[in-house]
């Protein structure tokens, strides 16, 4: 079952999406050389607590953390520690989430830990992060789901090839349907499959989180002892982007974007839903 929300319930996922954008900015300014992933987890936790939210990562599934950490050839999952300790030039995802009022949000973004960064790296979190703008671009009212899954494959597949051959589009995992509960059908591939067909029809109050990871190498990963940490096969590095999206009526609403995706919709040529919390 997918669940449709009211535009009272997207109003309350907004609540909950600003948390996350303030997650996200707090720990983007933390992520400096010498932080350790448990210093990150720290930041976002007080964030939390300062927003009267909820943890939804903390204790889902037994996840020991408040965000996700994954460095360099992680590609998702990574659990925050004192060990780890980030470096000039690494690259970090960080995966965050809140809950208001029982309503939840989603979001992960990729940072560039001090300077001097390969262009591929650069690169790679560009076309990581525009192609979840163009899948959020085709969540229109009666696309299929399969059409953001195309949007997000052909954008990667229309890039430069990088230094290293290729990008590789991670199948394993995915994006989701977001609401009461933090994953809820449908799930989103972030590429075309025959055998999942075309999906749901796109209609207001559908909200999706949409989330394309990419290395630069092969799509394959693997899962590490600890149940959780993700990294390529290949250890080829990697980047994630996701966004939670409401859609309504009026166009898309990006819950987890300060400015409701106002700006890089705009750059589609698509005008962002208007903030229902003014």
Not at 219 to 231: K, Y
Request: charged letters at 20%.
């Amino acid at each position: 079952m997918v669940q449709i929300k009211t535009p009272e319930q997207i109003a309350k996922m907004r609540e909950a999406g600003l948390v996350v954008a303030a997650i996200h900015a707090a720990t983007r300014e933390a992520a400096v050389p010498g932080a350790t992933t448990k210093d990150l987890d720290e930041v976002a936790r007080k964030v939390i607590a300062d927003h009267g939210a909820k943890s939804n990562f903390l204790g889902y599934g037994g996840f020991p953390a408040t965000i996700c950490t994954s460095v360099n050839e992680v590609v998702v999952h990574g659990i925050p520690d004192e060990k780890t300790v980030l470096k000039d030039g690494d690259i970090i995802s960080i995966d965050a989430g809140a809950i208001i009022d029982g309503w939840h949000g989603d979001a992960a973004y990729t940072a560039f830990v001090g300077t001097g960064h390969a262009p591929e790296l650069i690169e790679l979190s560009r076309v990581t992060e525009e192609s979840m703008w163009a899948g959020i671009a085709a969540m229109k009212v009666n696309n299929r789901l399969v059409d953001v899954s195309k949007a997000i494959e052909t954008y990667i597949r229309r890039q430069p090839r990088p230094a290293t051959g290729k990008y590789g589009i991670i199948e394993d995992y995915g994006g989701h349907g977001i609401g009461t509960e933090m994953h809820m059908d449908p799930h989103l591939l972030n590429y075309v499959s025959r055998k999942r067909g075309k999906g749901i029809k796109l209609v207001p109050g559908v909200c999706l989180a949409i989330e394309p990871m990419v290395s630069l190498g092969t799509a394959q990963t693997e899962v590490l002892s600890d149940d959780w940490t993700v990294l390529t096969t290949d250890k080829t590095w990697s980047s994630h982007w996701e966004h939670s999206i409401a859609l309504t009526e009026q166009g898309p609403l990006v819950l987890t974007s300060p400015d409701c995706g106002r700006a890089k919709l705009a750059e589609y040529g698509i005008t962002a839903a208007p903030d229902p919390l003014g």
